[in-house]
């Protein structure tokens, strides 16, 4: 089996497996604890747990604090709504090609949503046209579908001279490049090689929310509710690991897209070659069934857009916001790689993939 699907998930870290064990102990163990309670297990667990928060907040800008919550939807969930009481029904911008996590939760506030168009690459125009009264504007730093870099530093820049909110959704740039200033960042740590079931929301000092989840009054009253030191640990551990590889795994990365791209030379790109991570390489093939394809390699793991639209029988909102027929957006897949993709791997799905597309005539 060979996984080509790192958009979706990444495969966990052995250091950052390593980290969660001590806190999975049964009987007889020391690492049960409740980070919440004031016996000696429970501040053991909550030094766990504080250490992973710092270690988080490595891959992030300073003057800001980290909230653990269940995963990005959760913490998307929490800024949008939690800002809403402040932002009193003023309107919301988001790029038309946010993740359903954004695009749903905006739409689903009182105040009005507007979407962001993007060009033919893929791109939000930094300079776009932003509504009157803007309260908050919400563009991803690297799109999940396609790899587009965005460019979020002018548009936070625009969003504060517009006395507006900014939120970030970095779940596919953090630990693999550095993650952009805003008021508020959503991470995942298992887009990052970490567990999953955890993710967090960083909100910039100063800036007020309202909890979306009550009852024990845990993160500093933001989201109350028990939390898991071994996910903490492994999340932690996770991204200490990427800051520490993020050059090597860039590099590592670069490599692979230049020989999948040697190797899949017919295929048109989806989106900018240039202001793209590299490590998502979404491609078309005129005529291609990809369900076919798909059925065809069931050796290799891949995907014909974001593993939460599959299933969905609509054409990616994605690739359509990009001007893409229904026909074209329906025979496009996604190739995801990263640190543990291994160039033969990559060489032998290149080749495959290309052959059976070859075959369908």
């Known amino acids: 089996m060979i996984y080509l699907d790192y958009q979706a998930t990444t495969p966990l870290a052995p250091e950052a497996r390593e980290a969660m064990l001590r806190w999975l102990d049964g009987p007889g163990g020391t690492g049960f ?12 667990a909550a030094a766990g747990v504080e250490l992973a928060r710092e270690q988080v907040a490595a891959l992030l800008p300073p003057g800001g604090t980290v909230t653990f919550t269940s995963g990005a939807t959760e913490a998307i969930n929490i800024a949008l709504r939690g800002c809403e009481p402040a932002l009193a029904g003023m309107p919301m911008a988001v790029s038309a090609i946010e993740h359903a996590a954004v695009l749903d939760t905006a739409r689903d506030l009182a105040g009005p949503c507007h979407l962001l168009p993007v060009g033919a690459e893929g791109v939000v125009d930094p300079q776009v046209p932003l509504p009157e009264g803007l309260g908050l504007l919400a563009v991803m730093q690297v799109n999940n579908e396609i790899g587009t870099v965005q460019p979020v530093a002018e548009l936070y820049a625009r969003a504060r001279a517009n006395g507006a909110l900014f939120l970030c959704d970095a779940v596919q740039a953090a630990g693999k490049m550095l993650v952009a200033e805003a008021d508020f960042i ?21 800036v007020p929310l309202r909890p979306l989840i009550t009852g024990g009054g845990q993160e500093n009253g933001l989201r109350s509710g028990t939390l898991s030191p071994a996910l903490c640990a492994g999340f932690g551990a996770a991204a200490e690991l990427a800051l520490a590889r993020m050059e090597a795994d860039a590099a590592h990365v670069a490599a692979l897209w230049d020989r999948a791209r040697g190797l899949l030379a017919e295929w048109e790109l989806n989106g900018s070659a240039q202001q793209r991570y590299l490590g998502n390489l979404n491609l078309r093939r005129e005529g291609l069934d990809v369900a076919r394809l798909m059925s065809d390699l069931r050796q290799l793991c891949f995907s014909a857009g974001s593993a939460c639209a599959s299933g969905s029988g609509r054409p990616s909102h994605v690739l359509s916001a990009l001007g893409l027929t229904p026909a ?3 025979s496009s ?7 543990y993709t291994t160039m033969a791997e990559l060489e032998e799905a290149a080749v495959l993939i290309d052959n059976a597309a070859t075959q369908q005539g």
Not at 33 to 44: D, E, I, K, L, W
Not at 189 to 194: P, V, W
């Open 33 to 44: 604890g409740n980070p919440h309670s004031p016996h000696r297990m429970g501040r053991q």
């Open 186 to 206: 959503v991470i995942s740590a298992h887009k990052l090689h970490g567990p999953k079931g955890i993710g967090a929301l960083w909100v910039r000092d100063g």
């Open 333 to 339: 897949i996604r190739l995801g790689f990263g640190r």
């Open 328 to 330: 074209e957006a329906r």
